[in-house]
Every structure is written in structure tokens, then in C-alpha cells.
């Protein structure tokens, strides 16, 4: 009985793939402060020419770099596993398979596409990247990219996360990241929270401008994003090949495919390399799955909106539950955005892939229930996309089908262990979404008078 379904270091794929090659209808520009399409020239400032290119290309495949080859080297080709003790336990005649993204040196997918980044940018003569982090993770990825690539790392860090998680903030430091509470005192617009409110917090939206400031600022710095944008989704495309080729290994192929999605890039990264396939007339269902508290494609509108709080990022189309809506204090950090990429709100919006929403007791009880048969501890986010094929799982045990379900071990949850302490102590609730926060965000839409 096979367990782990390994690849050579030769296998790591030699392409990324990109998906608007094969997608029904062209997506739409970004909308820039004019109302109108941005242009490439004005994504100079904070990005490097290769990326601005990525992000607008509709090549089909995109060749990688050796050098970022070489480093992918360090964690990938990652694993496949059959969950064999999982489906015992379960009692489903379903086969399951993960992929697990939690090798990788900051134990998530994120530096998949942080060594991308860190390399371009080097190449492009920049010596500095300003980004922001929530939980911690993306701060990770790109400290230890950066420490890679010979790039000094600027991470804005809520000031909340950066009080309540001491080890993700040394985990930064130690690879010569340079950490600072947000909002700071180094940036214009940190400034002025702070004047106005010397306790603030901190949010994701806040921490964006500090960086976007910083990067737009200064000659020698660039901006980096650890999500939502065409070439992240790109960067991440590495996951679904492997798994594809590791599958096909043994003579499978997935019925279904679950991914937990807060920006959308590790579901982009397993689902879009067998969207390929059911373009070309393959049955495959390609399912994001969402935290209830944060619901934004399940229960958001799709609309043109920025991708910060603040309204300085470009417009986009997107599923939205609006540029300043604070969803609930969830344990799942890395879920906690009130958007999603365009890419795959547009394929969601023309009903390609699917998308459900679960709340957070039931993926701490997923969460654990792994932990006890197949032995690693996944973090809050990936616990979603489990929840949502456990619940496929027991479907497939009523009706007696088959299935091979796949999903994605996003993460592990070593640094979220106070969260696995609050469920087991029964502490942890569910927090529910309320639909009159969300209604009164989406008041705030810009108005984009582009004609589609
Ligand atoms: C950041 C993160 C996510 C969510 O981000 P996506 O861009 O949607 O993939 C999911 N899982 C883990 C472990 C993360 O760190």
C-alpha cells in the first residue's frame, strides 16, 4: 500500500501555466485612480518589467528561471500522499489524496511564489522589497526569499499580529527580515493614524499603504504580494502540476479538488494546471473553500473594487465583500480578506468552479481528526479545505461512490496551536457573518464608469 507519491528534483515543472490562456472569456483590465485601464508604466513604480508582464500575459506557459528552479529545490517537488488512515477512519470508499505544502522552510505555499518575486526583482537591479504580513506567513516567505536572492526584506506587520505572534515575527528576523509594527512612524500614512489614534491596531488595509508608500517612495524598493494577483496565482501553478503528474503515477485522476481560498492563490496554484483539462471537456470539479465569518465568494457581490482599505491599489473586478469590511477575529488569518482574485471570481461568476463556506468549529474538528490519523497538524486555513472533502468523503460512504478526492495541505498550524488550544478546551465559536456589515461596505463601492 503506497503512501507517499514522490518526484525527483528533475520533475519540478519547467513552466508555470497560465490560465487565461484557456479561459471562456478575457479578463478584464484593472481600472487605475482615472477610471481608466492601467497601464504597465504606471505599475513601474512599486513592480519589476517581468512581473507588470506576467501579470498581463496571455501565454499559456511561462518558462521558470533556473536560479528559481535551483531554490524551489529546497522543499519541492513536494509530496503526495494517499490518506489511507484518514479514509479508515472515516469509513469512505472514496480515495483521498493530499498535497502537502507545509515542507517548505516557512511551512506553507507561500514561497512558491516568494523566491519568483525575490529573483525578478533582483535581476531588475532593486536591492529592497516592502510588503505587509498579517498572520505572518507571506512576511516568512519573503524574508527568507529575500535572504535568498540577496534582497533586504521590509515587512509592515498589524500591529496586532505583531504583539500576539512573537515567534512567526522572530521566524522573519531570523532570516534578516526587518520587522515593524503597523501602523508605524516611518511612512506618511502611518503618521497620521497614529496621530490620530496612538493605539491603533493595525489592519491588513493599513499595512498595505505602508508598504505601497515605502516602495512608491524609494528608487531601490520594490513592492512584493503574497496573493490575489495574476502572477501569484501563476507562481503557484507548480502545486497542480506535480500533483497531476504524481496522480497520474498511480493511474488517478481527482473527481474533485478542494483548496481552502482567502486571496486565491494555493487554490489557483492545485486547481488551475486541471481547469486546463475541463476546458478541454475533462469532468473535474475545482472547489474554494471559505470561512463562514468571511464569506466573499459564497455570500459577496462581483463588483469593481480596490484590493486595500486604504484605495490605493488598482480597481479591480472581483467578488467583494468591500474594500472596508473587518471580518471577525477567525484563527484563520490567512482567510481573512474581503476580496479574491480576479481570475477566479471571474471563472466563479461564469460557474467553472465552485465554492463553499464552513465554519470554524467544524474545521478545527477536521483539524484534529487528521492530526490523529494522518499525524500532521494543518493550519486553520488548510483545516477548511478538509472540512469541505471530509464532508464529500461521508457523502461518498452514504451513496457508494468512489471517488478520488484531492486537496491541499496549504500549511501546517505549528504557530497556531493556541487556536487547537481553544477548540480542544471548548472555548472556540463560531463566529457568524453579519449580512448588515457586509451590506453597509458594499455602500462604499467605487464607481467605475469603464465599459465592459
Ligand atoms: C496565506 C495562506 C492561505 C490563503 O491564501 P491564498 O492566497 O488564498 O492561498 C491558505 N493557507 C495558508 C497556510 C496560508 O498561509
Request: glycine content about 8%; hydrophobic content about 35%; overall charge negative.
Amino acid at each position: 500500500m503506497q503512501t507517499k507519491i514522490t518526484l525527483p528534483e528533475s520533475s519540478i515543472p519547467d513552466h508555470w501555466y497560465n490560465v487565461v490562456a484557456d479561459m471562456p472569456n478575457q479578463p478584464l483590465p484593472y481600472i487605475g485612480p482615472e477610471g481608466q485601464p492601467i497601464t504597465p508604466d504606471a505599475m513601474q513604480a512599486i513592480f519589476p518589467p517581468s512581473i507588470i508582464e506576467q501579470e498581463m500575459s496571455g501565454e499559456r506557459w511561462i518558462e521558470i528561471p533556473e536560479p528559481v528552479r535551483e531554490a524551489l529545490k529546497l522543499w519541492r517537488p513536494s509530496p503526495l500522499y494517499r490518506a489511507h488512515r484518514l479514509e479508515q477512519a472515516i469509513g469512505t470508499p472514496a480515495r483521498i489524496y493530499y498535497k502537502n505544502e507545509s515542507v517548505s522552510p516557512a511551512g506553507s505555499h507561500k514561497p512558491n511564489t516568494a523566491v519568483a518575486q525575490a529573483y525578478y526583482n533582483r535581476e531588475a537591479g532593486i536591492s529592497h522589497l516592502a510588503t505587509e504580513t498579517g498572520a505572518g506567513q507571506w512576511g516568512c516567505a519573503l524574508s527568507l526569499a529575500g535572504q535568498m536572492f540577496g534582497l533586504q526584506v521590509h515587512i509592515y506587520m498589524v500591529k496586532i499580529s505583531y504583539d500576539q505572534k512573537p515567534a512567526r515575527r522572530s521566524m522573519m528576523q531570523a532570516w534578516g527580515g526587518e520587522v515593524h509594527s503597523s501602523p508605524s512612524n516611518l511612512t506618511e500614512c502611518g503618521r497620521k493614524i497614529l496621530d490620530k489614534d496612538p493605539n491603533c491596531s493595525g489592519s491588513l488595509g493599513i499595512a498595505i499603504s505602508e508598504a505601497v508608500e515605502e516602495a512608491a517612495g524609494k528608487e531601490d524598493t520594490n513592492y512584493a504580494l503574497g496573493s490575489v494577483l495574476n502572477h501569484v496565482l501563476l507562481h503557484q501553478t507548480v502545486i497542480g502540476q506535480e500533483a497531476k503528474a504524481q496522480l497520474a503515477l498511480v493511474d488517478e485522476y481527482p473527481d474533485v479538488i478542494f483548496a481552502p481560498c482567502g486571496g486565491g492563490s494555493n487554490f489557483g496554484g492545485i486547481a488551475f494546471p486541471f481547469f486546463a483539462d475541463k476546458a478541454a471537456g475533462k469532468e473535474v470539479q475545482l472547489v474554494a473553500v471559505e470561512p463562514t465569518s468571511c464569506p466573499t465568494l459564497t455570500k459577496g457581490t462581483y463588483a469593481w473594487d480596490w484590493g486595500d482599505s486604504a484605495g490605493l491599489t488598482p480597481i479591480m473586478k472581483m467578488y467583494t465583500l468591500g474594500h472596508d469590511f473587518v471580518p471577525p477575529g477567525i484563527h484563520a488569518g490567512g482567510l481573512r480578506y474581503h476580496g479574491a482574485s480576479a481570475l477566479v471570481s471571474q471563472l466563479y461568476h461564469e460557474g467553472l468552479i465552485d465554492a463553499v463556506s464552513i465554519p470554524q468549529t467544524e474545521t478545527f474538528e477536521a483539524g484534529l481528526l487528521f492530526a490523529r490519523t494522518e499525524g500532521i497538524i494543518p493550519a486553520p486555513e488548510s483545516t477548511h479545505a478538509l472540512a469541505a472533502m471530509i464532508r464529500e468523503a461521508k457523502s461518498c460512504k452514504e451513496s457508494g461512490e468512489q471517488k478520488t478526492l484531492l486537496f491541499n495541505l496549504s500549511g501546517h498550524g505549528h504557530f497556531d496551536l493556541s487556536a487547537y488550544d481553544r477548540f480542544i478546551s471548548g472555548e472556540l465559536r463560531d463566529e457568524e457573518y453579519s449580512s448588515e456589515a457586509i451590506a453597509a461596505s458594499l455602500q462604499n463601492l467605487p464607481n467605475v464608469a469603464f465599459e465592459e
